[in-house]
């Protein structure tokens, strides 16, 4: 999978699988690849592997392609 549809900025990689401004633990840009490891069903995030941050957390998931 990649990250698309960023118009600016970046997406943030998550510690936990909601918004919060102080979750923040890294940040994705478009045509980073990711690997999905799961999802958290219902709250629309999806839990990945950054093979360029080497870590594993979450993401909004309307941003994967």
Do not use: F, H
């Amino acid at each position: 999978m990649t990250v698309e549809g960023i118009s600016y900025g970046w997406l943030a990689l998550r510690s936990s699988p909601d918004y919060n401004p102080g979750n923040e633990i890294g940040q994705l840009n478009n045509g980073d690849e990711v690997q999905i490891v799961g999802n958290d069903s219902g709250n629309g995030y999806s839990w990945v592997y950054s093979k360029r941050l080497n870590k594993t957390d979450w993401v909004n998931s309307s941003y994967l392609c």
